[in-house]
């Protein structure tokens, strides 16, 4: 079943997107390095990638796909741009500082709220550096074994280091749709993300509820019949 809903999504064309989303992705890595685009780029990725430095003049790259986690959900991922800016807000009053940037190359007309979540999420993280991890991942039992290890909390806590002055209240999606040539700026709002996060969680938590159905338990007692 799995081989036949891929075959049908390969059909659908859901695989070039994506493809084509992680090469624009690397793309714009060398724009923010101001890095010539490499040899071979075509004239429409070209347009894209035009388009995409016009519309982030603003912004300065502070870093660029780290990964975060976030303890209180037990969760994490890697966002796209870590932006610093200066300007205008999303009332129009001056705004400045760090802010969680993510870039979209298709439509951000649906999935609203899941960007402000995801963005969210992102902003009240903690970098966590996996290369401290003193074994091979891909080594099943030896991973499996060091995660049974004891560690202090001060050795535990090295791993991890804040994300400090980042914007908690507002985030920005660069969107650029593949082959456009043209590409949008939007605010969200981190503190309606962040709501529906915790709101997720605690669906999440309920659902693993156990006890709320119990089995019927009679008190009455009847005698035997001989």
């Not at 999504?9 to 084509?20: H, I, L, Q, S």
């Not at 004239?43 to 300065?60: H, I, K, N, S």
């Not at 985030?171 to 593949?178: F, R, S």
């Amino acid at each position: 079943m799995n081989q036949i809903a891929d075959k049908a999504m390969d059909a659908a064309g859901a695989y070039v997107k994506r493809e084509k989303g992680t090469h624009l992705h690397a793309l714009s890595e060398h724009v923010d390095a101001g890095l010539p685009l490499p040899t071979g780029t075509s004239a429409l990725d070209q347009r894209d990638m035009a388009a995409y430095l016009m519309e982030t003049v603003d912004f300065e790259i502070r870093a660029v796909e780290r990964f975060v986690v976030v303890p209180e959900l037990r969760t994490g991922g890697t966002f796209d741009r870590l932006l610093e800016y200066s300007g205008p807000g999303p009332d129009g009053e001056h705004v400045e500082g760090l802010f969680i940037g993510d870039l979209k190359t298709g439509s951000v007309e649906h999935g609203k709220l899941k960007m402000a979540m995801q963005l969210a999420v992102y902003s009240r993280g903690e970098f966590y550096d996996h290369t401290r991890v003193p074994v091979d991942t891909a080594d099943r039992k030896a991973f499996a074994a060091w995660k049974k290890r004891e560690v202090s909390a001060a050795e535990a806590a090295q791993a991890y280091t804040p994300l400090a002055g980042v914007s908690q209240k507002w985030g920005i999606v660069i969107n650029l749709p593949a082959g456009s040539g043209e590409c949008t700026l939007h605010w969200v709002d981190l503190e309606i993300g962040w709501a529906a996060a915790r709101l997720g969680l605690d669906v999440r938590t309920t659902r693993g509820t156990k006890g709320a159905m119990l089995p019927w338990v009679s008190g009455v007692t009847r005698n035997r019949v001989a």
